[in-house]
């Protein structure tokens, strides 16, 4: 069964640094997401991205995250100053497109980012 | 999105069938209900998708009455690698699902 990548599995950095996390979404698939689940909680929505441009995203998702597409293959979810807070699994997701086969997202296995 | 509503936890033993009951009282119309599955340490899977009646697919079948304020998520003969959360979704098919919103799920632990 084809798979979304992370990278890096594990991400440890410092309050305040850039972070910019990985994915290569399965290649036919036209739409990416970004989750989050902080360790015991919820699987959290972040933002949705469709035809270079985002499609929705939620509150979480404010001025310190941002996401790119930057050739065919790569998505990714930049956190521009981190926070402790911001300690979590990412998981990036991607499912065909709308209509009837796009109800199934693929996640990938995630990278745990831990802010010190 | 419709809110759902799922047991915290169940226990179950290996061979044993396991029923999951997810209620969601203010399904719209156009709301499909989908299940994913979850490791620890890992992405969510998705298991089994439906709109009515009932849908079986090689790992679980889910049955959703009439009134589709509920579903339940049945699992045949679990196995210890069964233990897992699962999750019930309900979104608009139509508008692409681009917000899945996932609840606290149901913590499933099979003992041998």
Redesign the interface.
Known sequence: EPE?TQTPSHQVTQMGQEVILRCVPISNHL?F?W?RQILGQ????LV?F?NNEI??K?EIFDDQFSVERPDGSNFTLKIRSTKLEDSA?Y?C?S?E????S?????????T?LSVL | LAKTTQPISMDSYEGQEVNITCSHNNIATNDYITWYQQFPSQGPRFIIQGYKTKVTNEVASLFIPADRKSSTLSLPRVSLSDTAVYYCLVGDRNTGFQKLVFGTGTRLLVSP
């Open positions: 979304v739409y997401y989750y919820k699987v959290e929505f949705s469709y499609s929705e939620s699994m998981f997701a499912s497109g709308h209509g009837p796009n109800e199934k997202l693929f996640f990938g296995s995630g745990q």
